[in-house]
């Protein structure tokens, strides 16, 4: 594939045009994309091929802060360029003008976005897209200039550090400086500091005997590099049994470009890496949480920070259903080497009281909530009745959310239920026994209906079971009532100091021999946070 990239437009939450860049040839306009674009039902593909056009365009797209980005082309391209692109063009967007990103930045900084535009794809093949680079090649000034501390103004006499020339060249990058795309040149901070964000998001699904059917983590690491010159760092993961098996436990790994591929793959935990100045994502990666659990059956195996029941068909009439939630206090094991973004001493503690919540020595559960998805016969919820929290069931969202606030998680309290009587729809009178005085829809009280057959002998009468009104009505209630059970319930939580998975950064070291620019004397304070999110992601089958 040979294709080029040939325009890019940007339309707000209105659907007005509020950007048009044209790379190269005659593509279509925004206003004559925009109708073929929503044509399409929601939702929308990321790629849509429209054939009547002239030429025929493929139109890749993106939904981010309420603007839609659209890339159209009317050659073959390969997908992913185009997609990494657009995501690309969000990011740098965002790094330049602030986030979240919204129609009137772009409006207000429309030189600023012509430039970086310019710079991204040139005649529609792509360029630089890396924000360390384009901020030595696009100028900014004005507000945005004060903002970001004038560190990229070519051609201006005003206002540049004293570690730039005043030459009208494009780029200003030392001649001296190393070929990185990705990193800045001269950079200088009188701060230098090194921190690392390892998220990881669960996804687990839970059989209704508490059975672990599928069980994933993935992770992501953020790093934010704040040190003068050219630091050359390494940073090492260990595993929950140690560094040997890392490279069993993480699967799918994605690293930045800056981090060197060899030394990964000859010694797994290892990332080796010259940073960009400032915050980026250095690397993703998946783990599978079931092979932990091939000594067991139950969802104790994963270390599960809550315990999640749901009890349904309850009541006299099989028309309650509860949720049980026990929090477990202790999900990780021991600390980390690395300091916890306190200047308090390693280990996560902070001042002479003990380990700091929030720590691998003590992780702290917060942002707690149980969603229970209901089916579209309940009509309403006559009795919600949570033992700690707040309960809110909307008819419309067709789910009740329930939210136990930190406040209560940190009390001390293990165990949270949940207890509802589900409504269903309107019955016909008819089958509700008719009038209410016990009359049918005749209007008397007495049964006129035939069953002797019109010819010949008398049919033996069968006898029937003996069942009042009242015992059918409520057979009739009750079988309605399973009907309306809940068939899963989803718990969403975030867990500060411990990650499922069970890897951490045992160190990070900046090897002065092949860094350059930092001085022997200083040491760059370094700090590592874990966080564990599940949004919804803990579900358990009914």
């Known amino acids: 594939m040979s294709g080029v990239i040939e325009a890019i437009h940007v339309y707000d939450e209105r659907n007005s045009p509020v950007l048009s860049h044209t790379y190269t040839g005659r593509p279509l306009s925004a206003t004559q994309l925009l109708p073929l674009y929503l044509d399409h039902p929601a939702p929308r593909p990321s ?34 360029l185009a997609l990494e692109f657009l995501h690309r063009v969000v990011d740098v967007l965002e790094d330049f003008l602030g986030g979240p990103l919204l129609a ?12 970086l535009l310019t710079e991204m794809c040139d005649a529609g093949t792509v360029g630089t897209t890396e924000p360390n680079a384009l901020r030595d090649l696009v100028e900014v000034e004005g507000f945005m200039g004060k903002l970001l501390g004038n560190l990229s103004l070519p051609g201006s006499k005003s206002g540049l550090s004293p570690n730039f020339s005043s030459s009208n060249t494009p780029s200003i990058i030392a001649s001296n400086a190393p070929a990185l795309p990705w990193r800045r040149a001269n950079v200088r901070h009188t701060s230098n500091e090194m921190y690392a964000d390892v998220v990881e998001t669960m996804t687990v699904t839970l059989a209704p005997s508490g059975r672990p059917l599928v069980a994933f983590a993935n992770g992501t690491i953020a790093f934010t590099c704040k040190v003068s010159g050219v630091p050359d760092i390494l940073m090492t993961l260990t595993g929950p049994s140690g560094k040997h098996n890392l490279g069993s436990i993480i699967d799918l790994p994605v690293f930045h470009p800056c981090v060197r591929l060899a030394r990964w793959r000859e010694r797994p935990g290892e990332l080796s890496f010259v940073p960009p100045d400032g915050r980026f994502i250095l690397a993703g990666y998946e783990v599978d949480l079931l092979p932990s659990t091939s000594g067991g059956l139950g969802s104790s195996n994963l270390k599960l920070p809550v315990d999640l029941e749901v009890k349904t068909g309850l009541g006299s009439l099989g028309s309650d259903f509860e949720v049980r939630i026990h929090v477990n206090k202790v999900f990780g094991a021991g600390g980390s080497s690395m300091t916890q973004y306190g200047k308090g001493g390693s280990g996560g503690g902070r001042g002479f009281g003990g380990p700091h919540p929030g720590t691998p020595s003590l992780p702290s559960l917060e942002d707690l909530r149980v969603t229970v998805p209901l089916p579209a016969d309940v009509r309403s919820l006559s009795e919600i009745r949570p ?11 067709r789910f009740l959310e329930w939210h136990i606030p930190s406040k209560e998680l940190a009390d001390g309290n293990s165990y949270f239920g949940l207890r509802c009587t589900v409504v269903g729809p309107i019955l016909d009178e008819e089958e509700e026994g008719g009038d209410p005085n016990g009359f049918g829809s005749n209007g008397g009280g007495v049964d006129y209906s035939y069953d002797e057959p019109y010819q010949g002998s008398p049919a033996v009468k069968q006898e029937k079971p003996s069942t009042t009104p009242d015992e059918d009505k409520d057979g009739r209630k009750t079988a309605q009532n399973k009907i309306l059970m809940p068939s899963s319930a989803s718990v969403s939580f975030s867990v500060k100091g411990w990650l499922p998975s069970g890897i951490k950064v045992e160190s990070i070291a900046v090897d002065p021999r092949k860094s350059r620019g930092l ?11 874990y966080l564990t999110i599940s949004n919804g992601g803990v579900e358990i089958r009914c």
Do not use: R
Request: a negative charge.
């Open 47 to 80: 790629l849509i091929y429209l054939p009547n056009t002239n030429p025929q365009t493929l139109v890749f797209s993106l939904v981010h802060s309420s603007l839609v980005f659209l890339l159209t082309t009317s050659s073959e391209l390969e997908p992913l």
């Open 104 to 115: 009137s930045k772009i409006e207000n900084n429309y030189d600023v976005v012509a430039q």
């Open 519 to 529: 001085g022997e004397s200083v040491k760059p304070y370094k700090g590592v946070k």
């Open 387 to 397: 033992s700690k929290g707040d309960a809110n069931y909307n008819p419309g969202d």
